[in-house]
């Protein structure tokens, strides 16, 4: 795709969505008059991340009366940074705004967004959530520590609670598409690029519809996720559970000596036991966060698409039929794959 040809909008809107059948007609209703407000010309790329509900449909049904959307439908689900992604990859757009489907971040910020880039002369511009009161006590408290954590790994520049909302221009847009990152954490990728940037602080809202796309299971995976990308610490932390587990060692042949050499009679099998298992279980640990590691190098060695493009209407005059269809139903256009560096498109 040439996305220096003449032509290219002002900006771009990418919108990854999953299973969002319910905040669809929403959605649409609160971002278009924003972006038609704005009096640049743009796109919206809403991403479908194989959806299983009517999520792709009813996008195609809106982009019949709005000529500004266009769906990029993906084969299979392929996970939020994924989606995103592809979004980003597809995107035309001299500048680039990623926002999710849910309506907890603002449409009505992405003016101010726009505005703070070309005043201030930045190439990012953060969304910065300075009222969380609408999310559990939970919510808050892990993700204040996820990014008191991430700090300290990738440095002051990650501004606190900034997430996959934000604005970032053309030139961001084409570095991140010569990385050759495999599971990229954009919230920590892109500030660790040194662009100059600005912030936009807003009020986090409430889920508009649906259910949450981020349980706990997936918030883990998102942490491990932006640890393993950021830092070799954990592989360190295997080397000082070593040290300790040595000199443990060291400490209790001392007190056998000791106790040997005092004629204390040492039944011998609980402390055994108790070595056995604690040499066990810190060996054990040190094998998983190597395993850990080296798959992801096995990954990239093997180079597979991050994710498969089903199809964009921008480029299918007449996409497929996908109401009610699985992701992998979609067989009437080519697949695009994508791998971790450069997009296939």
Request: glycine share 8%; net charge positive; proline share 6%.
């Amino acid at each position: 795709m040439d996305i220096s040809a003449a032509g290219a909008p002002d900006l771009s809107v990418v919108v990854p969505m999953y299973n969002e059948q319910d905040v669809v007609a929403v959605f649409v209703e609160r971002l278009r008059p924003v972006l038609d407000g704005t009096g640049a010309t743009y796109e919206v790329v809403a991403v479908d991340d194989g959806s299983r509900d009517r999520t792709a449909r009813l996008l195609l049904d809106h982009a019949r009366s709005w000529p500004q959307l266009r769906v990029v439908r993906l084969r299979r689900n392929s996970g939020h940074q994924a989606a995103l992604t592809a979004g980003l990859h597809r995107s035309r757009g001299r500048w680039v705004v990623s926002i999710d489907a849910d309506l907890q971040d603002p449409p009505e910020v992405i003016p101010e967004m726009l505005a703070t880039a070309r005043e201030r002369g930045v190439d990012v511009v953060y969304g910065v959530r300075a009222d969380r009161s609408t999310d559990t006590p939970f919510k808050r408290g892990t993700a204040g520590l996820y990014y008191r954590l991430m700090r300290r790994i990738v440095g002051a520049d990650l501004p606190a609670q900034a997430g996959d909302f934000r604005l970032v221009s053309r030139d961001v847009v084409e570095v991140l598409r010569r990385l050759p990152e495999r599971t990229p954490v954009y919230r920590l990728l892109v500030p660790s690029l040194g662009f100059a940037a600005a912030e936009v602080r807003y009020s986090r809202a409430v889920r508009a519809a649906g259910a949450t796309k981020y349980p706990l299971r997936r918030m883990i995976a998102l942490a491990w996720d932006s640890t393993a990308n950021f830092t070799a610490a954990p592989l360190r932390l295997a080397t000082w559970l070593g040290v300790v587990s040595f000199a443990s060692c060291l400490v209790l042949a001392v007190l056998g000596l000791i106790a040997y050499a005092d004629g204390a009679t040492i039944p011998g099998w609980t402390s055994l036991f108790v070595a056995v298992l604690l040499f066990s279980a810190v060996q054990l640990i040190c094998l998983g966060l190597l395993g850990e590691y080296v798959g992801r190098i096995y990954r990239t060695v093997q180079n597979r698409p991050t994710h498969l493009v089903g199809f964009d209407s921008a480029e299918v005059p007449d996409p497929p039929d996908v109401t009610g269809v699985e992701p992998t139903g979609v067989r009437d256009a080519p697949a695009v794959a994508v791998t971790g560096g450069r997009a296939g498109d």
